[in-house]
C-alpha cells in the first residue's frame, strides 16, 4: 500500500496551480465553476487554504462559530498568483507544528488534524484542474494521488449534508454503484439504502458500473467528466447514474 505525504502534495498541487496562473489572463471564466473567473478561483482556494490553516493551528475540538479569517488579499489582481503560495507555505508550516494524529474535529469520518490536511490538497488539485481546463488545457493527475482522492470523496459524502444538502436525496431500496479504477487504483462500492448511502464491501454485480482511470473516476466525482466522457465504460441502470450525479454535487 502506498503511503502518500498529503502535506507535500498540497505544496506541490499548489506550486502547479500558481505556474497555471503566472502568465494567465485572470479574468478568463472559469467554465466548471460558473460565474467565477480565475481570480475567482484563486481567491476561493487560497482562503481555503487559509481557513483549514487556522483550524489547525486552533486544534478545534467541536464545530466552529465563525469562519472570519484574516485572508490579507492582495490590492491587485497579478499579486493573486502569489497569494495562493503563501497561502500554501503558511499551510505547510502549521502542518510541521501540528501532530497529524491528534485528535480534532472534522465534518467528516477522521476525527483527526490529518482530515483537514487531507481535505486541503483535493481541494487544491481540483481547482488547479479547473483552472487548466479553463485555459484549454489536458489536466494530469496522479493516478495514486486521483485513487486517494476517490476514496476521501465517497467515504466523506455521507457525512457532507450541511452544505451538500441534495446528499440527503441519495436513498434507495439497496440499490448499488461500482467505480472501478482500471489502473489498477482501487475498486469503491456504494449502497444507497432507505436510511442512507456510504461505501461497503462486497465483490457482488452491482446494479450500475463506471469503470476508468483513477484520475477519470475522480474528476467525474467532482462534475469536472461527464459519464459519457471517453475513457469510462459505464453499465448498468443508467436512472441509478442519473440520480446519483444530480445530488451528489460536492
Known amino acids: 500500500m502506498t503511503t502518500i505525504d ?3 502534495a498540497v505544496a506541490a498541487e499548489t506550486e502547479r496551480f500558481v505556474a497555471v496562473l503566472r502568465d494567465a489572463d485572470l479574468s478568463t471564466p472559469v467554465p466548471s465553476c460558473p460565474g467565477w473567473t480565475l481570480t475567482d478561483l484563486t481567491r476561493h ?3 481555503v487554504q487559509r481557513w483549514f490553516t487556522v483550524l489547525l493551528r486552533q486544534r478545534i475540538q467541536q464545530p466552529p462559530r465563525s469562519r472570519e479569517v484574516d485572508l490579507r488579499l492582495p490590492e491587485q489582481t497579478a499579486d493573486y498568483p502569489g497569494w495562493l503560495a503563501q497561502a500554501a507555505a503558511e499551510a505547510g508550516t502549521a502542518f510541521a507544528e501540528t501532530d497529524l494524529d491528534a485528535p480534532m474535529w472534522a ?3 477522521d476525527q483527526h488534524a490529518r482530515f483537514w490536511v487531507r481535505r486541503m490538497l483535493f481541494e487544491t488539485l481540483v481547482h488547479r484542474v479547473d483552472a487548466e481546463l479553463a485555459l484549454g488545457r489536458t489536466p494530469e493527475l496522479d493516478p495514486v494521488l486521483a485513487a486517494d482522492g476517490v476514496t476521501e ?3 466523506n459524502l455521507p457525512h457532507a449534508a450541511v452544505f451538500a444538502p441534495k446528499t ?12 472501478t479504477a482500471t489502473d489498477g487504483g482501487g475498486d469503491w462500492l456504494v449502497r444507497l439504502r432507505p ?3 456510504g461505501l461497503v464491501d462486497g465483490g457482488e454485480s452491482a446494479d450500475a458500473e463506471i469503470r476508468g482511470g483513477a484520475a477519470e473516476l475522480l474528476l467525474l466525482l467532482y462534475g469536472r467528466l461527464d459519464r459519457t466522457a471517453a475513457g469510462l465504460d459505464v453499465r448498468g441502470d443508467d436512472g441509478l447514474l442519473t440520480h446519483w450525479f444530480a445530488n451528489s454535487a460536492f
Request: a neutral charge.
Open 6 to 8: 498529503h502535506g507535500a
Open 45 to 47: 482556494a487560497g482562503s
Open 107 to 109: 465534518w467528516g469520518v
Open 153 to 155: 470523496f465517497l467515504v
Open 168 to 179: 440527503a436525496e441519495l436513498r434507495g431500496t439497496d440499490r448499488t454503484i461500482r467505480f
Open 195 to 197: 436510511d442512507g448511502f
